[in-house]
């Protein structure tokens, strides 16, 4: 799914990738492992980007997956800093979430090339 909704991005504005949130697999322990760090956050969206100046978080889920207490807290913290954060079970969903900040985007460069266009008409 993920892939597809990347697939289905490059025709949005702005810019989207995937976020590597996996550990590095221990041999010793049979298990993935995060690095520790202050720095590192828990339950960061599976596809980041930005469009139109606002930062974009897409958690990806199945039909019946759940979101952690990190994700939720995730989502809730980009929306509280003016950012776009959702949670995608289907292509449908990227669109019902994106489809006005795109046609937002859209509108300010058609703004600009009239602007434009104006401006070099007056010289």
């Not at 221990?26 to 760090?37: E, G, I, L, M, W």
């Not at 990227?94 to 937002?104: C, G, M, P, S, Y």
């Amino acid at each position: 799914m993920e892939n597809s909704i990347l697939e289905f991005l490059l025709w949005y504005p702005g810019k989207f990738w995937k976020n590597n949130s996996v550990g590095v697999y221990d041999p010793v322990k049979k298990c993935y492992r995060k690095a520790k760090s202050k720095h590192i956050i828990n339950g960061v969206s599976d596809i980041l980007g930005v469009m139109n100046g606002r930062f974009i978080a897409i958690e990806v889920k199945s039909a019946k997956g759940r979101l952690s207490e990190a994700q939720k807290d995730f989502i809730h913290e980009v929306k509280q800093n003016g950012g776009i954060a959702f949670v995608a079970r289907s292509l449908q969903d990227v669109k019902d979430n994106l489809e006005d900040e795109a046609k937002r985007f859209r509108s300010k460069a058609e703004q600009s090339s009239l602007a434009q266009a104006k401006d070099l008409s007056e010289m």
